[in-house]
Each structure stands twice: as C-alpha cells, then as structure tokens.
C-alpha cells in the first residue's frame, strides 16, 4: 500500500485518450521508437525552419505531450526552435510502466532518435526539463555529451520531495524510486540555465538553489522567478532570457535544417 501510494505521487502517468491529440495546425510529427529494453514509446516532434537550437523536451510527472501543445508551438515559433518532447513509458500512448531506471533509458532513447532525424551529433542537442522532467534531464546530460542544460523546477531527490508531502511516512528510509538529481548534477559540467519560483508549492525552492550549488560547470546560469507556483507559466522575461541563453549555446551547432521521416 505504501509503494502503490508513493508510485502514484511520482509517476501519476495520464494516458491517451485523455487530453487534445489532434490540436489545431501544430503540425507535428508522430515519432514511434524503443526504449533500450524494448518499450514502446511515443512522441511529437515539431520541426523550425532555419532552428535556433534543437531541443529534447521532459515533462513533468501529470503531464504528457498532447497537453504540451502551446509549449511546443511556442518553442518552434516564438523561440524558433526545433522541438522534441516523448512520453514516459506508461504515458499518454507511450506503452509500460513507469519506473526510475525505465524512464532514464527512455530519455537516452529519445536522445538517440532525435540524433538520428536530425542528422546531428548529440554534443549539438539541448536537453531541457520541467519538475520531474528536470531531474530526468539532468540524468541524461550527466551521462551523455549535449550542448546545454535547461532545468525547470526541479528536485534534489524523489525522497526529498515526497517528505516535503507526507512528513507522517518514513519516505526517506523506504522509497524504492530515488531519482536523485543531486548527486547526477555533481557530474554535469557543461552550460546550464536553471530556473525555479520562489513561491513553488511542490518543490521548494531551496532544492532548485541546491541543485544549483551542486554543478561544477564554470557556465551555469539561475534565473528566479518571483511571482507564481510550481505550475504557473514563467515570466516573458524568462523566455526572453531562455532564446538569448539558446542562441549563446546552440549557435553554429544546427549543421542543417534537416529532418528525416522514417523507422
């Protein structure tokens, strides 16, 4: 009962149908790809014409991509970005279970597949996630070369969080899902921009300070956020900031406006 209850708090995980999967002239594209142990998961891509940078894109934990649609088409238009945001196995049509090590293999999938239909090396790619999505970016930058780190309110560990919500349970002695973001950064070193509102109720906003006292990298950036909560749109002056920290990272590393449609 106590894993069932701590495992919906962490991987809530809405499914298709639920959501608009079909919004108006977004024009993304489906992408069907494996996981390393061979789930089955699914994503949107949406493909910038002349792109800034190309992005991967983690949600947080109650989302999936069809209510990532606004973000998305505002990353490709507004920001002029080339965007791929997947779901989790066990979200929206994504096929699985949730689980720690499940999720982070799917990231490294996501990863490769963009690679792949770009036609770009991953050391060209910016790795960017939102609350659960931030710690599962920050695996995946810790692990593999990128060209950036973007961090949306996110944790210090799944552990911490949860005793922030059930102070009455021993969570940090008895959670099986760690996701511990804290150590994973200590190993990133490359550009970051880290971001987190004062006023978030989920996550405190002590451990988006931690977080970003714990990276090494000598190019790390935190923007606060001053009014708002933990699922509040940031500020346009966030965004603002956010184009000028892609254009700084990404530029000249788009070798072509290239995207391949296939397996």
């Not at 991987?11 to 996981?35: I, K, M, Y």
């Not at 973000?71 to 920001?79: G, K, N, T």
């Not at 990128?146 to 002695?173: D, I, K, N």
Request: proline share 7%.
């Amino acid at each position: 009962m106590f894993q069932e209850l701590i495992n919906s708090f962490v991987f809530p995980a809405p499914r298709f149908p639920e959501g608009d999967w079909n919004p108006p002239d977004l024009g993304q594209h489906d992408a069907w790809f494996a996981s390393a142990d061979g789930t089955r998961l699914h994503g949107w891509f949406l493909a910038a014409r002349q792109p800034r940078a190309t992005i991967l894109y983690a949600h947080g934990n109650g989302e999936h991509v069809a209510w990532q649609a606004d973000l998305l088409r505002f990353y490709r238009d507004e920001l002029n970005c080339s965007v791929f945001a997947w779901d989790y196995r066990g979200y929206g049509r994504s096929e699985g279970t949730p689980h720690e090590s499940g999720i982070l293999q799917d990231a490294a999938a996501a990863l490769n597949w963009l690679s792949q239909h770009t036609d770009q090396k991953t050391e060209s790619l910016i790795v960017a996630g939102r609350s659960l999505g931030g710690a599962v970016a920050i695996h995946l930058a810790s692990e593999q070369p990128v060209a950036g780190l973007v961090v949306e309110s996110a944790f210090t560990s799944a552990p911490e969080v949860a005793a922030v919500h059930y102070p009455f349970l021993p969570v940090r002695q008895l959670m099986r899902t760690q996701l511990r973001a804290i150590d994973w950064i200590a190993r990133y070193q490359g550009p970051l921009l880290m971001s987190h509102a004062v006023d978030d109720e989920i996550v405190p906003y002590a451990m988006g300070e931690s977080l970003f006292a714990g990276c090494p990298s000598r190019d790390k950036e935190f923007f606060r956020i001053d009014s708002g909560g933990h699922n509040h749109p940031p500020p346009i002056e966030y965004y603002r900031r956010l184009a000028t920290w892609l254009s700084d990272h990404a530029a000249g590393r788009v070798a072509r406006n290239l995207f391949r449609v296939g397996p």
